[in-house]
């Protein structure tokens, strides 16, 4: 149903100039359900450092994502001065996700992605983003000057290039440790198959061993039988010392053997 909605916010966006909060209202629940695919990905992992990065990186999406919302909503307020109560309302939504998100992302993305995060919080757009951000949260009604919604508008762009640029390199990281991940799964596979390869080669060969090995004990002693019965009675049976299963059987013919010799 919301990519059917694809259609209509485009013929809204060719019909002419649309309130910012319009592509909130299409795009937005677009973004998050690929976010969310995202979070399926971690919950069938078994790694736990790869499930940490997944985590990660789906938080710095998420992070972005409210970052997203916060910037139509700052247009709204630095072009009219004040948000309405539905427009307060996403404010707060955006701001809670930002800060939630913001928590994981410090927990389980490298402290270095933090420490730019934050480098660029203190930067001049950083400042202003964190500015009005602090009025919105109390809907701070005011009368906004001339260059209010271009300084947001500039500010939230930068932020937006800034954190791509952060997501492209968390993306590559992930990527990258995935695949490692991946290629050392392989190779255990290929050590685990030639080590069994070897050890089913090593049971064939000892099964065929033992097996001759038998057959010859056996055979010996069938052709002592033989002979015994053909009247030969002075020469040993074989294997009679033995304390195994051959050894039993070539006793029992030994006594055999005295038997004929009485």
Do not use: C
């Amino acid at each position: 149903e919301r990519y059917l909605k694809l259609s209509e916010y485009r013929a809204k966006v060719d019909a002419g100039p649309i309130d910012a909060m319009v592509p909130l209202l299409y795009m937005q629940p677009l973004s998050a359900s690929a976010i969310q695919i995202t979070a399926r990905a971690g919950n069938i992992m078994e790694d736990l450092e790869l499930l940490q990065s997944v985590i990660g990186y789906h938080a710095l999406l998420q992070y972005n994502s409210g970052f997203l919302v916060l910037n139509r909503i700052g247009m709204q307020y630095t072009k009219n001065g004040t948000l309405t109560i539905d427009e307060f309302a996403r404010y707060g939504a955006a701001a809670s996700q930002i800060r939630i998100y913001g928590q994981l992302v410090r927990e389980f993305e490298p402290p270095s992605l933090v420490a730019r995060l934050d480098t660029f919080m203190q930067s001049t757009a950083g400042r202003i983003l964190d500015e009005k951000m602090n009025d919105m949260s109390k809907n701070k009604a005011y009368t906004p000057a001339v260059s209010d919604l271009g300084d947001w508008t500039t500010s939230m762009a930068e932020r937006r290039d800034y954190v791509g640029q952060l997501l492209s390199e968390a993306s590559g990281s992930l990527h990258a440790k995935a695949k490692s991940k991946l290629d050392h799964a392989y190779s255990s596979l290929i050590t685990s198959l030639a080590v069994l390869s070897a050890f089913i080669i090593v049971a064939i060969v000892l099964s065929v061993a033992i097996a001759r090995w038998l057959s010859k004990s056996i055979r010996l002693i069938s052709a002592r039988m033989s002979s015994l019965a053909a009247g030969e009675t002075d020469e040993a049976i074989p294997y009679s010392a033995r304390l195994d299963e051959i050894g039993d059987i070539a006793r029992s013919v030994e006594v055999f053997q005295v038997a004929v010799i009485r």
